[in-house]
Structures are given as structure tokens and as C-alpha cells.
């Protein structure tokens, strides 16, 4: 799962890692006396000379074109630009064996980031997030010896990945435990992408924990609907709600409630027909069922795998009848990461599910603090 992205997260690791570290040769104690001394007497002197005369072992710092900006090795002054009070900290603080980070260090691998998170599809406003939270968490910090430059970059990264993933992230069974029963939560999203196959899954997730459910077919357009959801209302031993082809699927899963009241079944999933955001009908469909059923949650079930559609979809979904979470599906398939990465950003609804295989046990409860460990190898 998201295969792809791991690897690109991994480069910019190490490539932040190393150039941080080019720039972090340790000083020796006469020097770094020296240096302390110099920036002493350049945070008191009015103008003139900045330079601060270090020795030949002075480490080399590089400049944004990368070339290196060590203060000249004969201890002459250095030239007013590559010199002044945040430099001098810098080399002060090289010599106490910290590094103060700064913006040239990670030019080079922070485009590469961008580069990389863009090729998964990640929407551009969330890489731009991204890469705004690792700049702000990392440049000007300082990296002690205590600390490695891996974890500095893996902790500012760590920091960056959660904030979007984990925007609106909500506790799902808290939410079901304490809701008036029956809830109903009705899944839309486009054809085929899995949501006939989530509301399985999501039942036998609901069985596990104790929580009875009735499926509901609303999808009465398609030929075929409803055996597909019989098959697995038999499979699962669940009871199925279904109307002809034809019917009006409001009706259907208000059906569907009533029967859970009842007989005391904790939740209804309600399916809908695949539609695209773009037929006014369907899409006008969803909104009644949102007037008549008024359901306690609305899912929208999108693919993994769509990348950047998914999210735009989400988007479209959202406006017709407002989501409370997304379930992205056929994560085992996909490699990029960029629906995962993007979509509770974009839409400011959490992703509640992962679907990660076709059989009734492959649904995973979305915990961003553990996809963000995953992505970067920490699990
Ligand atoms: N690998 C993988 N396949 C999945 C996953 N979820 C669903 N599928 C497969 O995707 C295909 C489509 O799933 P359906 O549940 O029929 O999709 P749907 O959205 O209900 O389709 P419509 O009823 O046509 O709207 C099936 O072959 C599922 O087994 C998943 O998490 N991983």
C-alpha cells in the first residue's frame, strides 16, 4: 500500500538528512572559542567588518547555489553577505556540535519533495501545505547532537503528513456507540468503486463489535443491484431491504429504517446507484434521500486508486449532499497515496476507512497517526 509514496518520502529523508549534515562537520574547541568570540563582537560593533576569522577546519556551510561559503580559510574577513549575526550563531553553533538549519539547506530537497508529492497525485494545495509546515518546522532549528538530522527531518515531515491527513478526524465507533439507534448511514460515490462491497464490509466491521445492521438497497437503477447486495446479505447472514427496479430509493431505505426500529437493529446502510457528479437527476436523487431519510451519517466511497479524481469527486459529492467522512477503497492496489494524502484537506472531511482487499474482513479503520508512521517507515 502506497508503495510509491514511501519511496519518495524516504529520498527526501535522506537527501534533507545529508544536506543538513554536509553543512554539520564538527569544530574544534579553539575554533569554536574563536567563533563564539567573533559573534560576541559583532552583535556589539556598530559597521564595518563582519567577518569572523575562522581557521581551515572551519566546516563548510553552503550558499543557495550550493557552493560552499566557509569563511575564508586564511582568516581573512568574509564578505558582507556570506557573513553577519546568523551566520555567526551558525558556526557558534557548530561548534557546540548543533546545527542551525537553514532555508539554502533544504532548497534542493524540498523541490524534490514537491516534485515527488505532485507525481502522487497529491492535489497541489496540499503539497504546498506540506512543504510550508516542514520549511516552518525546520528552518531555524537546531539540531543538537543528541538529535539526528534523520529524525529532525522525519519529525518535521511526521508533523507536515498529519496535519493534512488528519484534518477533521473523528473517533467512527465512539460516534456510532453513542448515537440514537438505529443509525442510518447512507454511501454514495460513482459506479464501481466499491461501495456495494464497503457496506459488506462495514457490516461485518459493525458485527465485531457488537452492532447489528440491515443493508439497504437503495440503488434501484441498476439492473442487477440487487442480487449483487444479496449475494452478500446471504453471505453474511444479514437481512436485505430491497425494492423493484425502478423504485424510489429514499422509499427504500426509509424502509430500511423502519425495519430497524422495529426490530431493534443498531444500524442501516443504505447503498445508492453509482452516479457521476455530473447528472443533475442522480444527483438530485441523493438530495431527497437526504431530505426523507435524514440519515445520522453520509459516506462517499471513492477509489484509492483515482488519485486526484477521487478528490474532486469528494468535492462534488459534498455539494449535492453534504458527507460526513470518505471511505477510499482498493488502498492495497495503489501506490501513489495522493487520494490519502489529499482528500480530508481538500474536502475537511475525515477519511473514516481504508479498504485494503476484497474480502469481507478488508476494511481498516482510518488512524492517520498510523498511516503517517507507516508512509514514513516508522511501524
Ligand atoms: N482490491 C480491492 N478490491 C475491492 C475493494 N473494494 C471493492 N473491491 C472490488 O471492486 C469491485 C467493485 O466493487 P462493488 O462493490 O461492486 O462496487 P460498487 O461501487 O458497488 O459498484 P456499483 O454497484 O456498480 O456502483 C469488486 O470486484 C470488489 O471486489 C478493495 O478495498 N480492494
Redesign the pocket.
Known amino acids: 500500500m502506497f508503495d510509491g509514496l514511501k519511496d519518495k518520502l524516504s529520498s527526501f529523508r535522506e537527501d534533507a538528512a545529508d544536506e543538513v549534515e554536509e553543512n554539520a562537520e564538527p569544530v574544534d574547541a579553539e575554533t569554536a572559542a574563536d567563533t563564539e568570540a567573533a559573534a560576541d563582537a559583532d552583535a556589539t560593533a556598530d559597521d564595518g567588518p563582519t567577518g569572523d576569522p575562522v581557521e581551515a577546519e572551519q566546516p563548510a556551510a553552503s550558499t543557495a547555489d550550493g557552493a560552499p561559503s566557509t569563511e575564508p580559510a586564511d582568516g581573512e574577513p568574509a564578505d558582507g553577505d556570506d557573513a553577519g549575526p546568523g551566520r555567526l550563531k551558525r558556526a557558534a553553533a557548530f561548534a557546540t556540535g548543533k546545527v542551525i538549519i537553514e532555508e539554502e539547506d533544504l532548497e534542493g530537497p524540498l523541490q524534490d519533495l514537491e516534485l515527488a508529492l505532485l507525481s502522487s497525485d497529491v492535489e497541489m494545495s496540499v503539497a504546498d501545505r506540506i512543504l510550508d509546515t516542514v520549511r516552518e518546522k525546520m528552518i531555524g532549528e537546531t539540531r543538537a547532537q543528541v538529535q539526528t538530522t534523520d529524525q529532525l527531518v522525519t519529525e518535521a515531515l511526521h508533523d507536515a503528513l498529519l496535519d493534512v491527513i488528519g484534518v477533521g478526524q473523528f473517533d467512527f465507533e465512539e460516534r456510532i456507540a453513542e448515537a440514537d439507534k438505529p443509525v442510518t448511514i447512507v454511501f454514495t460515490?460513482?459506479?464501481?468503486?466499491?461501495?456495494?462491497?464497503?457496506i459488506a464490509k462495514l457490516s461485518e466491521w459493525l458485527d465485531e463489535r457488537g452492532y447489528s445492521s440491515v443493508l439497504a438497497n437503495g440503488?434501484t437503477y441498476?439492473a442487477g443491484?440487487n442480487e449483487?447486495i444479496r449475494e452478500h446479505a446471504e453471505a453474511l447472514d444479514r437481512k436485505l431491504i430491497a425494492h423493484d427496479q425502478g423504485g424510489d430509493p429514499a422509499a427504500v431505505i426509509y424502509d430500511g429504517v423502519e425495519y430497524a426500529e422495529a426490530n431493534d437493529v443498531d444500524v442501516v446502510l443504505g447503498?445508492t446507484?453509482?452516479r457521476l457528479h455530473t447528472s443533475n437527476d442522480l444527483m438530485a436523487q441523493l438530495e431527497k434521500i437526504d431530505r426523507v431519510v435524514d440519515p445520522d451519517m453520509t459516506l462517499f466511497?471513492d477509489e484509492a486508486v483515482a488519485g486526484q479524481d477521487a478528490v474532486k469527486r469528494a468535492q462534488e459529492f459534498d455539494d449535492a449532499a453534504a458527507v460526513d467522512g470518505s471511505v477510499l477503497?482498493?488502498?492495497?492496489?495503489d501506490s501513489s497515496g495522493g487520494a490519502a494524502i489529499s482528500i480530508a484537506y481538500v474536502t475537511g472531511k475525515p477519511i473514516l476507512f481504508l479498504?485494503?482487499?476484497?474480502g469481507y474482513d478488508?476494511l481498516r479503520l482510518f488512524d492517520p497517526e498510523e498511516l503517517v508512521d507507516e508512509l514514513l517507515g516508522e511501524q
Open positions: 460515490g460513482v459506479n464501481g468503486v466499491g461501495k456495494t462491497t464497503t440503488d441498476r443491484a449483487q447503498d446507484a453509482g466511497v477503497t482498493k488502498a492495497d492496489a479498504g485494503v482487499g476484497q478488508d
